[in-house]
């Protein structure tokens, strides 16, 4: 069977869809030569609030930024430490490092990929300031107890919600937040390939307290309220209107996505569930899932056998993530334990990612889950 290239994620085909209101948008935001804080930012910023149901939205560079200015605008001090997992991008670290801070990288839940309140709560010590969950691949972390635990310790929770953009996450007393907007600040990330993704990059901070909002507005903006009026030290962050008026186009069809990539997932987990040497994706009890990434544990330690297999058919696969991060030369030094992270090192041995995205054609994904179960056969 011949089979058209198959990619991780296909921006392309999905520009195709939406084409006709791009092009205008751009080309609009051309002619109009507002290309820093121009109308479409503005307009972006609210939709945005809404959908979300956050009161403050500040967009800004990128998704790395949105996590370092939500720190910088908490006011944490040098040596204050702040609890995040070992089992994600660097970027969720890098920034508590930058600044000065101490990442204090924690193990992750073997089922859902996500840090957990019990985690939380055995790294806490007397500097502790701030905890960093990372909604994992789509999914959110388990925020109630988190937060629970954050105002028993007086903590600030900073949600990475890079990958999880538009996921539900509901409460015992049935009570449904978006993720991101539970904690003090929810982080995002519009890189191309993210659930939002903007064409080139870019990021938003967000925060239901007026004071927080604030501070995050001023932090992103070279620190100042008013005009050549510079309170505390800042950053230069901005998302430009460019991004601003594709990303306004995209949101409104972000559920419609959530949705493709649902379906995807649900069609993996149909096909591969039955592959005793799978485990597919666990969901979360509380919380929906918007599949950034669809990723699959090997437990035979094939994983890197699974994935060069593939490869030769064509079939595209991912490992997020490879390396734990306390492992890594940038951030050895914030880990001192001789115990490890077991899970975390487990995870990094047998994860493995498959192509989804919204536009996957039927006998696209038939071509993959027959590549995977194939190799199995063997
Ligand atoms: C979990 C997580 N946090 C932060 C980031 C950083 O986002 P950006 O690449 O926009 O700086 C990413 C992006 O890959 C991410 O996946």
């Not at 910088?72 to 204050?80: E, N, Q, S, W």
């Not at 993210?194 to 903006?221: E, H, P, R, S, T």
């Not at 998302?239 to 993996?268: C, F, M, N, P």
């Not at 058919?313 to 490992?319: A, C, R, Y």
């Amino acid at each position: 069977m011949t089979m058209d290239k198959i990619h991780m994620v296909d921006l392309f085909s999905q520009y195709t869809q939406i084409s006709e209101e791009i092009d205008r948008a751009v080309i609009d935001c051309i002619r109009s030569t507002k290309f820093i804080n121009g109308p479409a930012v503005k307009e972006f910023k609210q939709n945005l609030g809404t959908y979300l149901g956050a009161r403050h939205v500040i967009p800004c560079a990128n998704g790395t930024d949105a996590l370092q200015i939500a720190l910088m605008a908490l006011g944490l001090k040098a040596g204050d430490e702040v609890i995040v997992p070992t089992f994600t991008y660097a970027a969720t670290a890098e920034v508590i490092g930058l600044l000065g801070l101490k990442p204090v990288m924690v193990d992750v839940d073997l089922n859902t990929f996500n840090i957990t309140s019990d985690i939380v709560e055995k790294a806490i010590t007397p500097k502790t300031r701030a905890i960093v969950p990372v909604h994992l691949f789509g999914q959110s972390a388990d925020m109630e107890p988190i937060m629970k635990l954050a105002k028993a310790h007086n903590l600030y929770v900073v949600e990475d919600n890079a990958q999880a953009i538009g996921a539900d996450y509901t409460f015992e007393d049935g009570t449904v937040k978006k993720t991101g907007t539970i904690g003090d600040v929810g982080c995002t990330s519009f890189f191309p390939s993210k659930n939002l993704g903007c064409y080139g990059d870019g990021g938003a901070m967000y925060a239901n307290d007026d004071k927080i909002g604030a501070a995050l507005q001023m932090v992103a903006n070279h620190g100042q309220k008013k005009k050549y009026h510079h309170s505390v030290i800042g950053v230069n962050s901005r998302l430009d209107t460019i991004q601003a008026a594709i990303l306004d186009i995209k949101l409104r069809h972000l559920d419609e996505y959530s949705g493709a990539r649902q379906q995807v997932a649900a069609h993996y987990d149909e096909a591969l569930s039955e592959i005793s040497a799978l485990q597919v994706p666990v969901r979360q009890a509380n919380s929906t899932h918007v599949f950034h990434q669809y990723t699959l544990k090997v437990k035979n330690g094939k994983r890197d056998e699974l994935k060069k297999y593939l490869a030769k058919k064509g079939i595209p696969s991912m490992i997020y993530y490879p390396i734990p991060l306390y492992k890594q030369n940038a951030f050895k030094q914030f880990y001192k334990s001789t115990n490890g992270l077991p899970v975390t090192e487990q995870l990094c041995a047998s994860v493995l990612s498959l192509p989804i995205h919204t536009e996957m054609k039927k006998e696209m994904q038939e071509f993959i889950i027959d590549g995977v179960k194939s190799f199995f056969n063997e």
